[in-house]
T-cell receptor, first 115, second 113 residues
Framework: GAVVSQHPSWVICKSGTSVKIECRSLDFQATTMFWYRQFPKQSLMLMATSNEGSKATYEQGVEKDKFLINHASLTLSTLTVTSAHPEDSSFYIC???????????FGPGTRLLVL | AQSVTQLDSQVPVFEEAPVELRCNYSSSVSVYLFWYVQYPNQGLQLLLKYLSGSTLVESINGFEAEFNKSQTSFHLRKPSVHISDTAEYFCAVSGGDFNKFYFGSGTKLNVKP
């Protein structure tokens, strides 16, 4: 149980285009979903937290207009990187938690390469 | 504020040897502690967690960690490692709402034959 999937697993795009990454909880209802970014050889950095049906809460320093997050249902959250640039290249990982469950379950990650 | 320190960025060890990955945290509130493992190009998998009760927690693949409140530590140990344990291990701390996870910088465990 507690499986989180991400799609796509990797994506290459041209600079200036937008990329959408999906995060799904497969066997539970995720009241809260999280988006992290991981740079090479570094730890995870929380970008934003989203609750179903509400606007996402962004961490300090994260551009909300660049990283659009939508948590449309209890099983799906999307992260759209708008007008991507090479510096947005990174490994993006989502996680999800169910109400009253004391942990987060992580997706397999999406590697984004912007050329 | 909460923070996590993993003192060792890399730990090389021979197969079947014991290993300890160190994790120290700082927090002004009650904490819940986690160890996650990340294999190359994959997301994080929960290895074990301490929420309450016994301070020694175990995983299904032989790892264990002990919550030491006085030393603010949650070190991960395994008495005999396998090649397949080669991965990066992250220690994390959360407060009571479990919506904020603070991760350490990670420790790469490299098990050599």
């Amino acid at each position: 149980g507690a499986v989180v999937s991400q799609h796509p697993s990797w994506v290459i795009c041209k600079s200036g285009t937008s990329v959408k990454i999906e995060c799904r909880s497969l066997d539970f209802q995720a009241t809260t979903m999280f988006w992290y970014r991981q740079f090479p050889k570094q730890s995870l950095m929380l970008m934003a937290t989203s609750n179903e049906g509400s606007k996402a809460t962004y961490e300090q320093g994260v551009e909300k207009d660049k990283f659009l997050i939508n948590h449309a249902s209890l099983t799906l959250s999307t992260l759209t990187v708008t007008s991507a640039h090479p510096e947005d290249s990174s490994f993006y990982i989502c996680s999800a938690r169910e109400v009253d469950v004391k942990t987060q379950y992580f997706g397999p990650g999406t590697r984004l390469l912007v050329l | 504020a909460q923070s996590v320190t993993q003192l060792d960025s890399q730990v090389p060890v021979f197969e079947e040897a014991p290993v300890e990955l160190r994790c120290n945290y700082s927090s002004s509130v009650s904490v819940y502690l986690f160890w996650y493992v990340q294999y190359p190009n994959q997301g994080l998998q929960l290895l074990l967690k301490y929420l309450s009760g016994s301070t020694l927690v175990e995983s299904i693949n032989g790892f264990e960690a002990e919550f030491n409140k006085s030393q603010t530590s949650f070190h991960l140990r395994k008495p005999s490692v396998h090649i397949s344990d080669t991965a990066e291990y992250f220690c994390a701390v959360s407060g009571g709402d479990f919506n904020k996870f603070y991760f350490g910088s990670g420790t790469k465990l490299n098990v050599k034959p």
